[in-house]
């Protein structure tokens, strides 16, 4: 598929979707598949003026839908969960061309997740309560306190290219089950699902404006014009730590409330009494899910020196088995790299652990796959030993196949290396001791700590990280918390 003969993907503003004009005067730009390099689509980037009139509709719709009976919002989420199921295929087709993605990945994960994220949201408000409190006061009177939660607002939902529809139904569900209206700004890398999902919500029910889409990049650009609109009243946002300084720039002069799910620099802890095997397949996952392109997966494995070498060992061996191959076959384990541009910012990391005196454990280099793929973002994933908490590629993010191998000897000095960091997002505990998993999980500095697992989830718990990984939490409770905004009633009985 050529530039010029690439399909459109469009802007979808106050309940339809916006046409390029004949003459393809608009601004656009070229959406490529990762495995190939070759062109796709051509997407149509948003104005200033286009993101204003999806401001205005999303005020517009905020009106009727924040009014709407939460029984009847909860419908909608639910038939929308039943229309991606119907269209399953199709949205895990859009997620492959976004990201270049393995099929079963596509299946198993992000089209899987985006279903449980539009029915857990419909539960968890429908199951809601609230606050009250009885106050004695003189005389033996009283004083009735409640709160009632109301929605937010219009609120700025921004998501990443890494799982582009699973991240972006995170936000939007909790957000619509509350009474909001959103304008939602996807990664110029995957503008595919977003869109698609447009058509669903609408035909799930949701009022005309209540979600829109509006398509382009960062700086002067739709996220520009997004985050710095008057008429926006919250932004939720995953990406960047850089990025997310720079929202809340943007948004601190209004004063308006944002939740930040940032980047990671996440650490595994591997103990001397670690099931090996369960070991391995956990770091496995932990390290190379996604091309490692997932906020939460594992770039510093710190070992007990007594199992060292088999770690060590027994992980490069599993990554030299993980199979690069075309996203639709089933055998593909690892798909590419988003971009070429973010291949590059990866083999910049390996110049930097070469001259730090990394030993390449594995990879270290560019795949060679064949004429159909060679074009596209691939890596090999890579394993490092020789490395310190001093080198930059231990200390920066780099989302990629990628992590470095370092030992310890004593529990204490575990976590003093897992916590030597900027970020808190997640981090891991490979162990049988019970005691010392809940004892190390709770020493991290983190905002999630599993045990002998990776990347388990229960979406009514908190997600969310501290210093450089983020503000504020999501999920359950805590969406909830940050889509309303309280207001208190005392009445004198």
Sequence with gaps: MTADTARWIRN????????????HSVRSFEKTDPATGLVVARVHEAD?????RAVTGARSALGTWARTPVRERTA???RAADLIEERFEEFVAAEIADTGKPVTQARELDVARALANFRTFADVVAAAGQESFLTDLA????????AVRKPLGVVAVIVPWNLPLLLLTW?????LACGNAVVVKPSEETPGTATLLAEVLRDAGLPAGAYNVVHGFGADSAGAYVTSHPGID????????ATGSHVMRTVAPRVRPVSFELGGKNAALVFGDADLDETLDGLTRSVFANTGQVCLCTERVYVHR?????VADGLAERARSLRLGRPLDEATTTGPLISQAHRDKVRGYFALAEQAG????TGGGIPELGAELDGGSWIEPTLWTGLTNADRPVREEIFGPVAALIPFDTEDEAIALANDTDYGLAASVWTTDLRRGHRVAQAMDVGMAWVNTWFLRDLRSPFGGTGLSGIGREGGASSLHFYTEPTNVCVQL
């Design 306 to 310: 007594s199992v060292f070498a088999d």
């Design 171 to 175: 936000k939007v569900a909790p957000a």
């Design 358 to 361: 990394a030993k390449v454990l």
């Design 234 to 241: 919250g932004v939720t946002f995953t990406g960047s730590s």
């Design 48 to 52: 200033e003026a286009l993101v204003d």
């Design 76 to 78: 909608v989420l639910r």
């Design 139 to 146: 005389g033996g009177r009283q004083a009735l306190n409640y």
């Design 12 to 23: 979808f503003v106050d309940g339809q979707y916006v046409e390029p004009d004949e003459n």
